[in-house]
């Protein structure tokens, strides 16, 4: 029992992580996105 | 902007729903395995199998989408190949991890180790590691070392058939490719389940990654003509 704990509650975990990162790049290139807002509106004006 | 932006979101209804329909076969699966009848000589610990194999199935199908990929990059020029990739070594690294974990603990209860010298296990090792060369060297390299990645990958791919045959080829204690054939119905209905699950989850992960990482290639393209806009502008 304890294998099969470790064995699923390892890939479940590796595969939470790996969303996890996904979402804190989505989240930075969303930081990058607003600044470029920023800029193109600085332009304008 | 705003319209491709929209399209590749992760809010959008389209990935919400792949995600409800992978999160409602994960369900429908895990019910299945732990329905299934327990194997009598190993008991509880085969059902290990039902995680591990889809896991090395995945591992095969990111080393061969990385390999298509590369080459649409090295012989074609494709950016969106080189894209798919690099999406598609990521997700080989995560789930050849899986393997590589799942693996040797199945392997402590049945075999009594951890881990063998053996040809299944060490060319599996072998093409998780070139994958991890290859998104390491994407990390680290700079530009200059996506054609060296993109030639790993094709190693990578090179190493597929042996993974597979190598149960068949030379004298293995690891169970032969022809065990899915051999299990009961019941323990076949979760396996198949268990497989269809863990591939929608791989098609969910890599459209997300291949999302950020073109909104990524989008915003740099941006940032060089707001670079030169400024430029003219002062």
Known sequence: MKMVALAYGFIWLAVFGYVFLVGRRLGKLNGEMDELRRRIDRLKS | ?234
């Open chain 2, 1 to 234: 902007m705003p319209a491709q932006t929209s399209q590749t979101s992760h809010g959008s209804p389209r990935f919400l729903a792949a995600c409800a329909v992978t999160f409602l076969l994960f369900v429908i699966a895990c019910n299945a395995i732990a329905d299934a009848p327990r194997e009598i000589t190993m008991g509880l610990v085969q059902k290990i199998f039902y995680f591990h194999v889809p896991c090395a199935w995945l591992l095969m199908l990111s080393t061969l989408v990385c390999a298509g990929g590369s080459v649409a990059y090295l012989f074609g020029g494709s950016e969106r190949g080189d894209r798919v990739a690099l999406s598609a070594a990521e997700l080989g690294v995560l789930f050849g991890m899986c393997v590589l974990v799942s693996g040797p603990l199945w392997a402590k209860a049945a075999w009594g180790v951890y881990w063998q010298w053996e040809a299944r296990l060490t060319s599996s090792l072998l093409l998780w590691l070139m994958l991890l060369a290859y998104v390491l060297a994407r990390r680290y390299g700079g530009p200059s070392a996506r054609r060296l990645a993109a030639a790993l990958a094709l190693f990578a791919a090179i190493d597929i058939p042996l993974v597979y045959f190598s149960v068949r080829f030379f004298r293995s204690i690891h169970p032969s490719n022809t065990v899915v054939s051999t299990l009961g119905p019941g323990m076949r209905g979760a396996f198949w389940l268990s497989l269809l699950a863990f591939t929608v989850l791989w098609s969910v992960l890599l459209a997300a990654r291949l999302a950020v990482e073109s909104a990524q290639a989008r915003l740099v393209d941006l940032e060089i003509l707001l670079d030169q806009a400024e430029e003219k502008k002062t």
